[in-house]
């Protein structure tokens, strides 16, 4: 794969966003915006560390249990975070929650103060993103979003994760989203540009991303001095022309199933084919969270071609939780040089 040769460069210089694995401890990341670059740096050295180094890690939460309640479907969600937390020693409990939402036998309330007695972590994949901060006030352990209706946080860090393995430094890296304005590129526009990098969100008229994420990525972008940027835009081709990653999502959620005809209709110009990804730098990437829709949002050409890095995005699903699992349940110090993968020629 022919990817940009970018020099890795440190974190920088300045010391309030140098990492501090210390600062995460006993937290919540229901969003993005529950995290600083600070707290992200954090993350993506334990999880360079941890995926280099797995054998050290071992027994890092021995006797540690995290609970998944899960209200959609699964695959790289539940698997990444049930193989993670076993591999450092800990247990998951999983709770399929498809057949009544969370709330509805019981208060969030009472079902918080329930799970905190019991186990150490909450991880949650909901409709609703009120599910996931209700819980999240009443429980006095961390609590995990795995997905909700307005954001996907493990995703987005996890795509963070992977362009830095892939380019380096991600400060100046032009990375553009193009698709609906959903949840995963809510979280992305965040990480983006809280970390340095220069997104590009294009949406068919009326799907934008949600306007208080625009204004929290404005806000971001203004108290940064990582130099991250944003922009959005109804036409697919000048959010291509001149990335370096592509990145696409399925053109209907679950739970929008009844808008796939009129959706399919609306998305066609916003396919990612070979024809789009021209546009792109020659290095360019192609991303998507999984599961695709082939042949609607991407064309088995580019998902299956050399500079697709889809695979590697849901490997590093793992890795990426993992060190999230360590940071919260203050087991996560790297060492004081974690080593990054050099960038791929």
């Not at 997905?147 to 795509?159: I, K, R």
Request: proline letters at 6%; one cysteine or more.
């Amino acid at each position: 794969m022919s990817t940009k040769n970018i020099p890795l460069a440190p974190p920088p210089a300045d010391a309030a966003f140098a990492a501090d694995p210390e600062s995460l401890a006993g937290r919540d990341i229901c969003s993005i915006l529950d995290l600083n670059a600070k707290d992200v740096r954090a993350l993506l050295d334990t999880a360079h560390a941890v995926k280099a180094r797995p054998q050290e890690y071992r027994h890092a939460l021995d006797g540690k249990q995290l609970v998944m309640f899960f209200e959609k479907d699964s695959l790289r969600t539940r698997l990444t975070f049930e193989a993670g937390v076993n591999t450092l020693g800990g247990s998951a409990i999983f709770i399929d929650q498809k057949g009544s939402r969370l709330g509805e036998r019981e208060t969030l309330a009472d079902v918080a103060h329930n799970l905190e007695r019991w186990v150490d972590v909450i991880v949650l994949r909901t409709f609703a993103h009120d599910t996931i901060t209700g819980i999240a006030e009443h429980a006095r352990i961390p609590v995990i979003n795995a997905l909700s209706d307005v954001e996907h946080p493990c995703q987005a860090l996890t795509d963070i994760f992977t362009l830095e393995e892939h380019f380096g430094d991600l400060r100046g890296l032009n990375v553009s989203f193009i698709g609906d304005g959903n949840n995963v590129a809510h979280s992305l526009l965040l990480a983006c540009v809280m970390m340095g990098a220069n997104i590009t969100v294009a949406t068919p008229r009326g799907y934008e991303p949600r306007q208080r994420f625009l204004d929290a990525a404005q806000q971001i972008a203004a108290d940064s001095p990582l130099g991250g940027s944003f922009r959005c835009t109804h036409d697919p081709i000048v959010a291509a022309t001149g990335a370096d990653a592509i990145y696409t999502d399925a053109w209907t959620s679950m739970g929008q199933e009844q808008e796939t005809a009129r959706r399919q209709k609306i998305f066609r110009p916003y396919q990612i084919n070979a024809a789009m990804m021209q546009h792109a730098a020659p290095h360019a990437v192609f991303m998507h969270c999984l599961p695709a829709h082939r042949n609607e949002e991407v064309t088995d050409e580019v998902i299956d071609g050399a500079g697709s890095i889809v695979f590697d995005q849901a490997e590093n699903r793992m890795h990426v939780q993992k060190a999230l699992l360590l940071l919260l349940l203050g087991a996560g110090a790297p060492p004081a040089k974690a080593p990054r993968r050099a960038p791929r020629v």
